[in-house]
C-alpha cells in the first residue's frame, strides 16, 4: 500500500467522522488533533499542518452548505484540504516525441526512474530510447544498458563525457522520446550544476524532471528549490512512495516549492509508475479506491474486461483462474486490490496473510490443473467439494489434498473480501454515494 502508515492515519480520521453521532466544536477539534498527529508523524511541515486545520475549522464551523448535513461538510472539506495540501494540479506527461532530462542527487533513483518512463512511454506506443550520462557512479551506465536489454530499448553511451555522450546521443537517435539519465551528487554543488547546465545547452530537453525520494519528507521543498533556480526544472518524480510514512511530508513541500509533481514511484518494479492524481491518490488513502486508476492499468495489460468483473463481485470459481491470470498482467495483486473502493487504505488487506495476493508462477500452474481436474458442476459451485472430493482432485491434478485447500481458501477469501466491501456497487448507492460525487469521484460508481 503507498503511504501505509501515513494512509491509515488519514483512513482513521475520516472513519471518526464518519461513526460521529453529534457534530460540534468540541468533536471537529478533537478530530483535527489526531489530524494534525498524523501529519506531523508523516514529516509535514508543521507551520502547513496548523494553516490547513485552521481552515477546515473555520469552513465546517462556519455555515453549512444547503442539500449537505454538517458531517458531510465536514468530510468533504477534510478530503479538499488534504488533497489541496498534497498537490492541487494532476501531474501529467505529454504523449509526444520529446527529450527529456533527469536530475536529482546520489541515491534519488533516476537510473530506474529512467526504465520505468521508458516502459510508460513504450506501453502508449512511443518509441524510446535511453542515454547513459551518468559516468559519475561506477554502476549506473551498466544499470541502464540492463534495463535497456530488459525493456527492448536501445540505450546510448558512446563518449567519455556526460556532455559528449548526450552530444552523440542528440545526433544520432532516431527514436521519437529520448531519455537522459545524469550524475548525481551528495549535494547540489557548483561542479554538478555545471555539468547539468553543459548538458541542457547540448539536449535542449523539453522537460527537465527532478527526482526527489519520498524518504527525505518536508526536506523535498529545499531541493525542488535550488534546482529550480540553478538548472532549472519543468516538473518532480517523487519514487519510493511504498517505503516510508514520509511520503506526505514530501508531497506537501514539493507542492509549496512551486513545483508540480508529475509522476510517482510506487514499488520496485519497473511498471510500479504512476501519473499523480492528488484527488485519487487522497481517495485512495481513505479507502475510496480508485477505479479509473485500476480501469486504466487494466486497459495497459489487456485485461479490462476482467478487472470490470473483479469489481462487480463476479468471481465464481469457473472464472477465478482466468481473472486471476490476466490481473497479474497488471502487476501486484495486492495493489490491483487496493484501487478498489473498500479494499484501499490497507484495512481490509490487513486481515489477509502478507502476499496472499501475489501468486507465484508456479503456484499459478498447479492451480490450473487443480481446476481441470474438477467436474464442471464443482467448478460452478466449490461448495460441492468435500474431502472425497478434494482427494479425487489431487490425485487427478498431481498434487497434494493440500494443494486443492489452499486453492479452495484463497477463493473463498477474495470472494468473501468482495462481497464485505461491495465493491463498486456499494458507491452506486451506499451511504457515501452523494459524498463520492461531491468529491468529483462520481465516475466510480
Not at 248 to 259: E, K, N, P
Amino acid at each position: 500500500m503507498v503511504l501505509d502508515k501515513f494512509g491509515s492515519g488519514i483512513k482513521d480520521v475520516f472513519k471518526r467522522v464518519m461513526g460521529l453521532g453529534v457534530v460540534d466544536k468540541e468533536a471537529v477539534e478533537a478530530i483535527l488533533r489526531d489530524l494534525q498527529r498524523t501529519m506531523i508523524q508523516s514529516d509535514v511541515d508543521v507551520k502547513l499542518v496548523f494553516e490547513m486545520t485552521k481552515s477546515i475549522k473555520e469552513k465546517v464551523l462556519k455555515e453549512t452548505p444547503k442539500g449537505m448535513t454538517l458531517k458531510e461538510f465536514f468530510i468533504k472539506t477534510l478530503y479538499d484540504e488534504i488533497v489541496g495540501l498534497l498537490g492541487r494540479e494532476k501531474g501529467k506527461l505529454e504523449l509526444k516525441n520529446q527529450r527529456i532530462l533527469l536530475v536529482g542527487l546520489f541515491g534519488s533513483g533516476k537510473t530506474t526512474t529512467c526504465g520505468k518512463l521508458a516502459l510508460w512511454f513504450k506501453k502508449r506506443g512511443l518509441s524510446v530510447a535511453l542515454v547513459a550520462c551518468d559516468t559519475h557512479r561506477a554502476a549506473a551506465q551498466e544499470q541502464l544498458r540492463q534495463l535497456g536489454k530488459q525493456l527492448d530499448v536501445h540505450v546510448y553511451d558512446e563518449g567519455k563525457k556526460p556532455e559528449d555522450i548526450a552530444k552523440n546521443a542528440a545526433q544520432k537517435a532516431k527514436e521519437g522520446v529520448v531519455i537522459f539519465d545524469s550524475a548525481g551528487r551528495d549535494a547540489l554543488d557548483g561542479e554538478l550544476a555545471k555539468e547539468l547546465k553543459k548538458m541542457g545547452e547540448v539536449i535542449k530537453p523539453d522537460e527537465v524532471f527532478l527526482v526527489i525520494p519520498a524518504d527525505i519528507g518536508q526536506a523535498a521543498r529545499k531541493q525542488a528549490e535550488e534546482f529550480n533556480k540553478l538548472v532549472g526544472i519543468t516538473g518532480v518524480i517523487i519514487t519510493k512512495m511504498d517505503g516510508t510514512a514520509r511520503g506526505g511530508g514530501s508531497l506537501a513541500a514539493t507542492r509549496v516549492s512551486g513545483s508540480n509533481v508529475r509522476m510517482i514511484g510506487v514499488g520496485e518494479k519497473v511498471d510500479d509508475f504512476e501519473e499523480y492524481d492528488p484527488q485519487r491518490f487522497v481517495s485512495r488513502l481513505i479507502g475510496y479506491g480508485d477505479l479509473q486508476g485500476l480501469l486504466e492499468k487494466a486497459k495497459d495489460a489487456g485485461a479490462e474486461e476482467t478487472a470490470k468483473k473483479m469489481m462487480e463481485g463476479k468471481f465464481t470459481m469457473n472464472e477465478f483462474f482466468e481473472q486471476l491470470n490476466s490481473l497479474q498482467k497488471m502487476g501486484s495483486l495486492s495493489k490491483v486490490m487496493d484501487m478498489i473502493p473498500g479494499m484501499s487504505g490497507g484495512g481490509m488487506m490487513k486481515k489477509l496473510p502478507p502476499n496472499f495476493l501475489d501468486v507465484q508462477e508456479g503456484k499459478m500452474k498447479k492451480w490450473k490443473h487443480i481446476i481441470n481436474s474438477m467436474t464442471k458442476s464443482e467448478r460452478d459451485d466449490p461448495e460441492l467439494i468435500k474431502q472425497n472430493r478434494i482427494t479425487r482432485i489431487a490425485k487427478g491434478s498431481g498434487t497434494q489434498p493440500s494443494d486443492v485447500k489452499e486453492l479452495l481458501k484463497s477463493y473463498e477469501q477474495i470472494k468473501k473480501m468482495l462481497k464485505m466491501t461491495g465493491s463498486a456497487k456499494a458507491f452506486k448507492r451506499g451511504p457515501l454515494a452523494k459524498l463520492a460525487k461531491q468529491f468529483g469521484m462520481g465516475a466510480m460508481g
